[in-house]
């Protein structure tokens, strides 16, 4: 039976990847640490590793994992940002992904979070839990009457057009490949236009060298005062001090993240016993319109299966040496 190392997990992981395992096809061992290069040494005898998205695949943990004799890494994510492709292709390490999995789980969580900001949502609960059914403060705008800018209209893009047809908002897209999916559910822009024109800017595009660091000073500077900005995609996406910066002045209104630059060493933890070391976003939370998740716009049931289902699929197809189209080169 193939072995394999499984990295990142929590116990909801493992009850998902079992049952997926069943009946057991491979040892599937779990860890609860990071794949990086502190932690290596957990890779010894198996034939692949499994990794989510703050393992940090670099050039020197694929050359060990090579030298381990690992010829598979089965993501348990869509995004891939955190793996060195080129090294990897070049060791001859496949990498697959998961690319598919219901990705309205994302939509409908960047949804909640752009409804919970603008109806204060959180503010709201927390009087009410104390009696307190004063409305002073709470009053947000229609959604039905807003503009709302889609960046990447892939497939969570899409989802989110999708679910945000439905209030009957004035809807933009901007992607560098447009497709007839999203012109039938919105309007596509250049860039400048959408941050002119939206309301809401919610960002579906991938962590790239051009999209890192999009929503920055420059681009803040070109939208509407008061804007709310929602980020499920990745962290690095948005310039944090600029973020920040932009909230101190009033051009950012709300501001919903799923995702931060620097999550890997937070995220995925309890770490309410400890001392926020990082003070950007440690100053973001302290802000009212501020809503930061911990990256769980992934986090339904159906992804979890969709999820589990095909790490295993990715699997199977590499030791058969087959492909299933979730290969990365
Ligand atoms: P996808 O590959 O279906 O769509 C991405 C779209 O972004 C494509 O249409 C592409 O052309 C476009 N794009 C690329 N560069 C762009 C740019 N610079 N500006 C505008 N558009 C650009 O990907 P999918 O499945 O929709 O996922 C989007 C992102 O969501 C992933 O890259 C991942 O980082 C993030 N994600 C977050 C999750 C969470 O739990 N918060 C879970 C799953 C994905």
Redesign the pocket.
């Known amino acids: 039976m193939k072995k394999i190392a499984v990295f990142s997990t929590k116990s909801y992981d493992r009850t998902f990847l079992d049952e997926a395992n069943t009946p057991p096809r491979y040892q599937l061992d779990y860890f609860e640490t990071r794949l990086r290069p502190e932690t290596l040494k957990l890779v010894e005898g198996y034939d692949g590793v499994s990794c989510f998205v703050n393992d940090k695949v670099d050039q020197s943990v694929l050359e060990a994992l090579l030298a381990e004799g690992v010829g598979i890494i089965a993501l348990r994510?869509?995004?891939f940002?955190n793996v060195d492709l080129e090294t990897a292709q070049r060791l001859g390490i496949q990498v697959a992904r998961v690319?598919n999995y219901s990705?309205e789980s994302?939509a409908e969580?960047a949804v909640a979070m752009m409804l919970t900001l603008n109806r204060k949502i959180t503010k709201a609960y927390n009087r009410v839990k104390e009696h307190n059914f004063d409305l002073e403060g709470l009053m947000g705008f229609n959604l039905s009457q807003a503009t709302v800018g889609i960046?990447?209209?892939?497939?969570?893009?899409l989802a989110t057009l999708r679910a945000l047809k439905g209030f009957g908002c004035e809807l933009l897209c901007?992607?560098?490949?447009p497709?007839d999916a999203g012109r039938a559910l919105g309007e596509y822009v250049p860039l400048d236009e959408l941050y002119r024109r939206s309301d809401v800017i919610s960002l579906?595009?991938?962590?790239?060298e051009?999209?890192y660091h999009?929503i920055n000073q420059q681009s803040l500077a070109k939208m509407k005062p008061g804007v709310m900005i929602i980020n499920?995609?990745?962290g690095a996406l948005v310039n944090a001090q600029d973020a920040l910066d932009g909230m101190k002045q009033g051009r950012i209104g709300y501001l919903g993240l799923?995702?931060y630059e620097l999550e890997g060493d937070l995220f995925f933890r309890d770490l309410s016993d400890q001392v926020m070391h990082d003070d950007v976003f440690a100053l973001l939370l302290s802000y009212p319109n501020v809503l930061v998740t911990g990256?769980?716009?992934?986090?339904t049931r159906e992804a979890l299966t969709e999820i589990a289902q095909t790490t295993l699929a990715n699997l199977d197809a590499h030791f058969a040496g087959d492909k299933t189209g979730n290969e990365l080169f």
Do not use: W
Not at 174 to 177: L, R
Not at 204 to 208: F, G
Not at 295 to 299: A, L, M, N
């Open positions: 994510c869509a995004g940002n690319p990705p994302v969580h960046i990447g209209t892939g497939k969570i893009g901007h992607d560098p490949y497709s579906h595009c991938p962590l790239t051009e999209s999009l499920t995609s990745r799923d995702v990256h769980q716009g992934y986090f």
